[in-house]
């Protein structure tokens, strides 16, 4: 489960402007033990592991595929002006990336951002440090982008059903998941209707749960097995 120090926890609702934007941070901090350690949150491909199509100029880019369908409801609350399978999709690709570096030992976590003009990319990856405790995600949106998803493994513990977020009354600094989700919501670069995933290390699936809600937590919707593409 993720801990979160005290002397970071002032970071998640707003966290510190840069120099150049009035725009507030973004940072989801981790339990220490690393040194915290994000990442220099400059452009980021959403699609970094697509080819360059190359050819011929004036053709432009290829279109987007279109996003599969998920038969999951819709939770209660949603991220504005998202579609919802192209989030999930997102989750998905997310959760196989963290999948392919290993998260049985590792706790990892990205955030999904929609731009302004509606799309949604991926942060890169942050990975836990020695102990396997995730370290800080840090992102600095530009003008008009929001965060709308916050994607993170849980490695398997025996007796703990990694399914569910944690809260502060089975964390060890009295904080989880769940609150850290409700505290991000304070942001102003964060969307209200924010998302958060899990991906469970045991099963291999990820987890939908509304950023907003209380501590104790029904399973939520599986978003890896619910797709048709």
Same mark, same amino acid.
């Given at each position: 489960?993720?801990?979160?120090?005290?002397?970071?926890?002032?970071? %998640?609702?707003?966290?510190?402007?840069?120099?150049?934007?009035?725009?507030?941070?973004?940072?989801v901090?981790?339990?220490?033990?690393?040194?915290?350690?994000?990442?220099?949150?400059?452009?980021?491909?959403?699609?970094?592991? !697509?080819?360059d199509?190359? /050819?011929?100029?004036?053709? /432009?880019?290829?279109?987007?595929?279109a996003?599969?369908? =998920?038969?999951?409801?819709?939770?209660? *609350?949603?991220?504005?002006?998202? &579609? *919802?399978?192209?989030?999930? $999709?997102?989750?998905?690709?997310?959760?196989?990336?963290?999948?392919?570096?290993? %998260? &049985?030992?590792?706790?990892?976590?990205?955030?999904?951002?929609?731009?302004?003009? /509606?799309?949604? =990319?991926?942060?890169?990856?942050?990975?836990?440090?020695?102990?396997?405790? *995730?370290?800080? #995600?840090?992102?600095?949106?530009?003008?008009?982008?929001?965060?709308?998803?916050?994607?993170?493994?849980?490695?398997?513990?025996d007796?703990?059903?990694?399914?569910?977020?944690?809260?502060? =009354? !089975?964390?060890?600094?009295? #904080?989880?998941?769940?609150?850290?989700?409700?505290?991000?919501?304070? &942001?102003?670069?964060?969307?209200?209707?924010?998302?958060?995933? %899990?991906?469970?290390?045991?099963?291999?699936?990820?987890?939908?749960?509304?950023?907003?809600?209380?501590?104790?937590?029904?399973?939520?919707?599986?978003?890896?097995? $619910?797709?048709?593409?």
């Amino acid at each position: 489960m993720r801990q979160i120090p005290d002397h970071v926890l002032e970071l %998640i609702a707003g966290g510190g402007s840069s120099d150049t934007s009035s725009i507030p941070s973004v940072t989801v901090p981790g339990s220490g033990g690393g040194g915290g350690g994000g990442w220099d949150p400059g452009p980021w491909d959403p699609y970094p592991y !697509n080819p360059d199509p190359g /050819g011929g100029g004036g053709g /432009g880019e290829p279109p987007a595929p279109a996003p599969c369908h =998920h038969s999951s409801p819709a939770p209660a *609350l949603t991220p504005a002006n998202v &579609n *919802l399978d192209a989030l999930r $999709d997102k989750v998905v690709q997310l959760s196989n990336e963290m999948k392919a570096m290993g %998260i &049985n030992d590792v706790e990892r976590g990205a955030l999904i951002v929609r731009s302004a003009d /509606g799309s949604l =990319h991926t942060t890169p990856i942050t990975s836990g440090d020695a102990d396997g405790q *995730l370290n800080s #995600i840090s992102y600095q949106p530009v003008a008009g982008e929001k965060v709308v998803g916050w994607v993170h493994s849980h490695p398997e513990v025996d007796g703990r059903d990694e399914r569910l977020p944690s809260n502060p =009354h !089975n964390s060890n600094n009295g #904080i989880g998941d769940t609150a850290a989700a409700r505290a991000l919501l304070q &942001n102003p670069s964060v969307d209200p209707g924010m998302l958060m995933y %899990i991906v469970d290390a045991k099963s291999g699936q990820a987890y939908e749960y509304t950023a907003a809600g209380s501590d104790n937590r029904s399973l939520g919707k599986n978003v890896t097995s $619910d797709a048709s593409c």
